[in-house]
């Protein structure tokens, strides 16, 4: 199992808390996003992710190389394939409940601070370095109130986000409060998230999965 990412990438993070979680080995191969214009966008690279992001994660199945992209579909593929422990509850409802909070992450806070819409913003539209900051604060910031709300009201919440063992959602959560730490963001009206961050910070696949921990960190 080959995992394609960079060390700084919240997608990637997630998938190696995943990865980590089920206590799978896997090789990783770094893809800096900002060397030489972009590891990513190079035809080696595409030729193995269309799609030029990452993560990518090449896995053998039925004694065939298979590349998958998108860090959910990873995510749950893991799951499905390496079914012990599981990341998701036995129960339908629950299973969309926390898939719902890993879609709120992946879906509606992530894509408007990724690294192409930041470039594109200070690049292309030639807003300041302060302006491009702000925004990424203001639309991480009203994101993450919207999980601290949802997750201090859910009777469902443990030590992590759904019950007191880690899971998809936490996959999710923890590398998108790492970049907001990153970005300066205001979380002291996020309690509940902070204490779930706090957990899993403590826990040896998320500490393995941090990007100051991985081999191509800087």
């Known amino acids: 199992m080959k995992l394609y990412g960079y060390f700084r990438s919240s997608a990637s993070y997630r998938v190696r808390i995943a990865l980590n979680l089920k206590g799978l080995a896997y090789e990783q191969a770094a893809v800096h996003l900002l060397k030489n214009g972009g590891e990513q966008l190079g035809a080696a690279y595409r030729t193995l992710n269309p799609e030029a992001l990452v993560p990518a994660l090449v ?69 300041s370095e302060e302006q491009k900051n702000a925004w990424y604060r203001h639309w991480c910031e009203t994101g993450l109130q919207v999980l601290e709300q949802r997750l201090a009201a859910d009777a469902q919440t443990g030590t992590y986000c759904f ?13 998108q409060i790492a970049n907001a730490q990153r970005f300066h963001c205001d979380l002291s009206a996020m309690p509940t998230l902070m204490r779930i961050n706090q957990a899993c910070l403590a826990h040896p696949a998320f500490i393995q999965a941090m990007p100051g921990n991985q081999p191509d960190a800087e």
Not at 60 to 74: C, F, K, M, Y
Not at 88 to 108: K, M, N, T
Not at 163 to 175: E, K, M, R, V
């Open 59 to 127: 896995d053998r199945h039925e004694g065939e190389d298979v590349a998958l992209t998108q860090s959910l579909a990873i995510i749950e593929y893991l799951d499905e394939a390496y079914p012990a422990p599981a990341l998701l509850p036995a129960d339908a409802v629950q299973r969309a409940q926390v898939r719902a909070l890993a879609l709120f992450i992946a879906c509606e806070i992530h894509p408007l601070n990724n690294l192409r819409v930041l470039k594109y913003l200070s690049g292309t539209l030639g807003i």
């Open 163 to 175: 019950g007191d063992t880690p899971g998809l959602a936490d996959c999710f959560l923890i590398p």
